[in-house]
């Protein structure tokens, strides 16, 4: 590591933390939706898992402009 090498702030790193926490969440909800919706013999409850997840999808990139 060179000696110009800058530690990022508090702020960043909290930034950082809580929109990590939050693609996880969005990660976790996808998962459980798709699982439920592989289990579910129901069209309309298959409909809204697959709902659930385009907008986790939807949710997750509207995070990646956050980062940078």
């Known amino acids: 590591m060179s000696p110009t090498y800058r530690m990022p702030d508090s702020v960043t790193r909290r930034r950082e933390t809580a929109i990590a926490e ?3 969440a969005l990660a ?7 699982l439920g919706a592989l289990v579910t013999d129901e069209l309309v ?24």
Do not use: K, Y
């Not at 976790?28 to 798709?34: M, P, V």
């Not at 809204?48 to 986790?56: A, G, K």
């Open 28 to 34: 976790a909800a996808r998962c459980a939706a798709r």
């Open 45 to 68: 409850v298959w409909e809204l898992l697959c709902s659930v997840i385009e907008q986790t999808e939807r949710a997750e990139r509207g995070l990646t402009p956050l980062l940078f």
């Open 22 to 24: 939050v693609r996880n």
